[in-house]
């Protein structure tokens, strides 16, 4: 995620093409397994124009590589989730390739439509970690903007709410429809 009012990356992050660090990138460089892009809340058709459905993890860099969907010889570029797992060399590359960027290696989370400000993205972060004592799974909790947060744990700390890791399930109902069945029987043979 690139801020061009701060000039600062943070994570999650793409990078587009099947260059880095003056190498073309084939599926071949994955040696760290691979991973539907659903399991990163990822949805296809907003994720590289709908071209990628898996990833592929490089090692060496920490992050990984995004194969066309149909031949994954074509490499529509990378991507950086979690920036605690990008190593050395990994970091070298990303600094190599954004010169004169600040690339802060944390999560962002994405608030519609703006960007939040250093002190709203310390209270975020503060309300993530309280919203989490509380019980609240990730996607409620990382998707949430600072007022939502705040409404769940205002929510969960009253008791009026069952969201904390509860699940309730409603009891089912059976309902037979007279539906009319027309059946047709297939004529036998009789021995003669």
């Known amino acids: 995620m690139y801020d061009a009012k701060t000039n600062t990356i943070m994570f999650p992050h793409i990078i587009a093409g099947a260059m880095l ?10 040696n760290g397994g691979a991973k539907l892009i659903s399991d990163f809340n990822l949805i296809q058709n907003k994720f590289f124009g709908g071209n990628v459905q898996r990833l592929g993890m490089i090692k060496e860099y920490g992050f990984f590589l ?12 990378f991507y950086i989730h979690d920036p605690a797992l990008v190593t050395e060399l990994g970091k070298k590359l990303l600094q ?9 290696y944390e999560t962002a989370t994405i608030t519609a439509n703006r960007v939040l400000t250093p002190e709203e993205f310390e209270k975020k972060k503060v309300l993530v970690e309280e919203a989490r004592e509380h019980g609240l799974s990730a996607p409620e909790v990382d998707h949430a903007t600072l007022e939502e947060l705040d409404g769940l744990i205002r929510s969960v700390d009253s008791g009026k709410s069952n ?14 429809d007279k539906v009319p069945v027309y059946i047709q029987h297939k004529a036998s043979r009789s021995a003669k």
């Not at 904390?164 to 037979?176: N, S, T």
Request: charged share 20%; hydrophobic share 40%.
């Open 66 to 77: 995004c194969p066309h969907y149909v031949d994954w010889n074509i490499i529509m570029g």
């Open 96 to 104: 190599d390739k954004y010169p004169g960027v600040n690339i802060v």
């Open 163 to 176: 969201m904390a890791g509860k699940v309730q399930v409603d009891e089912g109902e059976f309902a037979v």
């Open 21 to 30: 660090g003056g190498k073309k990138h084939t599926w071949n460089n994955v």
